[in-house]
């Protein structure tokens, strides 16, 4: 198993790969070097997330369709290639747009409609094929080694685009680019090999439960503690992950740095992504979840305020410590509240209460994007001022975070679930007319 728990690794890391140069050394192309809107970026940068609803329907296909006897490698494998085709015809969205703003939107709903398809194609069948191989014991040491070998390949990713792209030229884009997606094609094919052993039809098979958006609903409002968790991950994820777009062309405007130095942005995140990651398994059944995740959470607030003190005072050296508070905020805040998103859920309705976290995870990447996008242009047109764009933006993820502490020691997981047992309203009719 400890082959097969590598092999899902690469295959987690290769896709997630093929998004660092989009959001790392694209959006700082696009949004600084050229002047693109940051609210046209984002809009592009949402696609992967409107299409995430597609998911349950790939995922409840490939359980029908095997394909030359296999039900999930012929699928991540297409979508690892949809991946690597829409970040390899990525740099073009940047060049064509300078030149001929129509055709560069349509190959950047191209471009970025491809990569989105694979993200949800193959993310949907590798995690339904990591579940299905690792069984319910060993699931969590699967999740533990894909997630941090991710964190090094993102690391390792950053790095590698610093030095292949020290300043925009359009030629060098695209080699490093091509590049990236060789490389994280490779790594996805050795991932695959052997992976999967071939279907059998006539081996019993359990049926997982199927529900409703109305069910799903109903678990959210009719559960107080549900309802508040739902959304303090939307405040949280959605402060957390909208910086993606802008820390880049931020550090160009306030501070001058070249491409390769905001290349390496990503990488020095990851790097403290990595430490809390360890800091946080130490951690794990020593001290209350709630104390670990709000200090993440706090981390993370606390970056974002510094990072708008750099700003502010123009100082480098202090935005490097706020990237750094904020990565490390990120990895203990993720690590936290998984564990405690898997503890406000119910035995008999696992499916339901984390397709809930789930949706409330990709609508908080696709507000936070969005509004990432459209406040900084909307601020900079109200000032005047590009960098005020930036900065009014960071200070509201400060305040998200913030209601998001505050929101946190309401959660008490005991009155979830004692509210989760409790038979609804049709269950007790039900129950008095027997």
């Known amino acids: 198993m400890f082959i097969k728990r590598l092999q899902l690794a690469l295959i987690h890391t290769a896709v997630a790969m093929t998004l660092v140069p989009i959001n790392s050394t694209l959006n700082r192309v696009m949004i600084f070097d050229l002047g693109i809107s940051k609210t046209l970026f984002t809009l592009l940068a949402i696609f992967p997330y409107l299409l995430s609803p597609i998911q349950v329907a790939i995922g409840s296909f490939s359980d029908r369709h095997p394909i030359f006897g296999y039900r999930r490698a012929p699928y991540i494998l297409a979508g690892l290639i949809l991946c690597v ?72 990713t950053g790095i590698s685009l610093s030095r292949m792209v020290p300043t925009f030229d359009p030629a060098t884009l695209q080699r490093a680019f091509f590049i990236v997606a060789a490389s994280a094609l490779t790594l996805g094919l050795i991932g695959l090999i052997k992976l999967e052993p071939p279907f059998n039809r006539s081996a019993p098979h359990s049926k997982a439960d199927t529900y409703t958006v109305k069910q799903m609903i109903a678990a959210i409002t009719e559960n107080r503690v549900a309802k508040i968790f739902f959304v303090y991950l939307l405040l949280l994820l959605a402060a957390i992950l909208s910086q993606d777009v802008l820390l880049e062309p931020f550090g160009a405007q306030a501070f001058g740095m070249t491409l390769e130095q905001t290349s390496r942005i990503v990488s020095i995140t990851n790097s403290f992504t990595l430490i809390a990651f360890i800091v946080a398994g130490f951690l794990d059944g020593r001290v209350k979840k709630k104390y670990v995740a709000q200090t993440g959470n706090l981390a993370a607030l606390f970056g974002f305020i510094v990072i708008v003190i750099s700003g502010l005072i123009a100082s480098k050296s ?32 696992v499916g339901l209460y984390i397709g809930a976290w789930g949706f409330s995870n990709g609508l908080s990447r696709l507000v936070g994007l969005l509004m990432a996008g459209v406040v900084a242009d909307l601020a900079t047109q109200i000032t005047g001022n590009a960098l005020s764009g930036y900065l009014i933006v960071f200070g509201m993820e400060a305040l998200m975070l913030f209601i998001a502490a505050i929101m946190l020691y309401r959660i008490d997981v005991s009155v979830f679930q004692k509210k989760a047992h409790e038979p609804g309203f049709a269950e007790k009719i039900a129950l008095t007319a027997e």
């Not at 949907?124 to 090094?152: C, P, Q, W």
């Not at 410590?321 to 898997?342: E, H, K, P, R, V």
């Open 85 to 156: 085709v829409g970040v390899s015809v990525a740099p073009q969205v940047a060049i064509l747009m300078s030149q001929n703003f129509t055709l560069g939107v349509i190959a950047g709903i191209l471009a970025f409609g491809l990569w989105g398809m694979g993200y949800n194609l193959s993310a949907v069948s590798y995690l339904s094929l990591a579940s299905e191989l690792s069984g319910e014991k060993e699931r969590g040491k699967t999740i533990a080694t894909m997630f941090t070998i991710m964190v090094i390949g993102l690391i390792a």
């Open 318 to 349: 202090t935005f490097y410590i706020g990237i750094t508070l904020l990565g490390f905020g990120t990895g203990i805040s993720t690590i936290a509240n998984l564990s405690l998103m898997f503890d406000l859920t119910v035995p008999e309705k």
